[in-house]
């Protein structure tokens, strides 16, 4: 299994549209094949910060995952308003 944590790193003016993003991106993958866990948090200490924790069976699951429309668009989305840092785990 894969576990991937991916920090967000955003202004207060773009908090709303990136979380909105990220709830969309939650909620589409945690329908699809290989997906174990997918879960985006806020951070109780630093308003700044989200971060998504995600679980795949799989390699093969996390690339379809990253080539899916959904996933394309939305982590567009919050490329374009956050620095964004991922964190792979195998286990």
């Known amino acids: 299994m894969l576990r991937l944590n991916c920090f967000i790193k955003v ?3 773009n908090r709303g549209e990136v979380l909105e993003a990220a709830r969309r991106l ?3 993958s945690l329908l699809q094949d290989g997906c174990i866990a997918y879960d985006v ?3 109780a200490t630093r308003p700044e910060v989200l971060l998504i924790c995600e679980t795949w069976r799989d390699q093969v699951a996390l690339d379809a995952h990253s080539a899916s429309d959904v996933f394309v ?5 919050m490329t374009s308003l956050a620095e964004m840092k991922l964190e792979t785990f195998e286990f």
């Open 11 to 13: 202004g207060a003016s």
């Open 26 to 28: 939650t909620a589409a």
């Open 41 to 43: 948090f806020e951070s």
């Open 73 to 77: 668009r939305e982590v567009g989305v």
